[in-house]
């Protein structure tokens, strides 16, 4: 039966598209997006803005609903079609700003986290681990994101490749890791 | 391990230094890729502590940046005392007020322009009115070591340096110059030194139809 469908499809030439078992995955899809979502709002109005939880929230209703409602025909991946909705949200939002505020303030991309006592813990622990690294890895961090070199300044600054550079500060990211689960 | 293509955009795009192109398809990739989206937010907890609590973090490398620039100040002007620069500095306006303001005073004042060309030389070449003029002559300057006349019709002519105040034109050069053809002459003084200290203004004259 299966090898007519099949047959049969291929001679008329019929596209089928698979759709996602989504009435199950609706928690999934919930716990996996949320903190996508929740970030790039954050990073594209700034966590000071008191309503992003709230346009996340929406985002997220409007999501389910279109999942829900048979909207979303599995022709994207579930991230792109949410990345869609998340970004058209984003960009009605602005603009309903930017009506009610004429010049509405660019968001800092790295607010001082200190909207949630938790955030800030980590942010105070995160430091303090940083200050134990080696020199190498610290003046590395100093100058690509404390000064904002280029990669290729901070490179000729220190005569190394800015391969080399990309690598350190990998290096110092797994490293700070390490030390944060101990 | 296989290392995703998108994850060297991680740092451009939490640096904001992505072009909007490059951007969005970033975006739309941590949407699809959850080792991604981890990494770059492990990688902004970690510059969004750099730039809250950087200058602790960095404190002794802050330091010894400016130690260092502290050292190169020094190398470069710290081999006198800052008596010794003031004085210096008080010097070197001396002389730049001598160099530019005393000695150019003093100087004759250049250019100068002595000669009477209207009542003397301008009248006796218009008056020679039938023939080439064979004489020029100027007034004489105290200061001047020689002069340089030049003849030219649009383009030079003839030119002589002398020490008088005189020159006769040569007869070949006569020979050239045409009739109704309007010709002009200078004449430059010079001092001892190969100075310019004065020119007399062009006069123009015509060799008139015979």
Known sequence: MGELVNDAQSFYNVRTVERPNIEHDLDAIIAKYRPIVSFRVKKSLGSYTPDWEDVVNEIMLNAIEKLESGKFRGESSVGTFIYTITSRRIIDHIRKKSKSLKYAPEPNPFPQPQEHVENKERAEMIARHLEKLKPKYKEILYLYYYKELSRDEVAKKLDISPRRVSERVNYAQKLLKKMMKK | MTECKFEDLIDEYLLNTLSEEKRNQFEEHYFNCPACFQKMAERDDMITAIKWKGHEIFSDLMKEEQTRKVAVWDRLF?????????????????????????????????????????????????????????????????????????????????????????????????????????????????????????????????????
């Open chain 2, 78 to 210: 710290g081999f006198m005392a800052p008596r010794q620069w003031a004085l210096t500095a008080v010097s070197a306006a001396l002389v730049l007020v001598v160099t530019f303001g005393v000695i150019p005073a003093l100087k004759t004042q250049s250019p100068q322009f002595t000669l009477d060309d209207h009542q003397t030389r301008g009248q006796s070449i218009t008056l020679i009115s039938d023939s080439i003029p064979s004489r020029f002559e100027w007034q004489k300057m105290e200061n001047a070591w020689e002069y340089k006349i030049e003849i030219d019709n649009h383009d030079p002519l003839w030119h002589k340096t002398t020490n008088n105040n005189f020159v006769i034109l040569p007869d070949e050069i006569k020979h050239k110059m045409k009739t109704g053809v309007a010709y002009s002459w200078q004449v430059k003084a010079f001092s001892r030194q190969g100075i310019l200290i004065a020119e007399s203004s062009k006069i123009q004259f015509f060799i008139p139809e015979k």
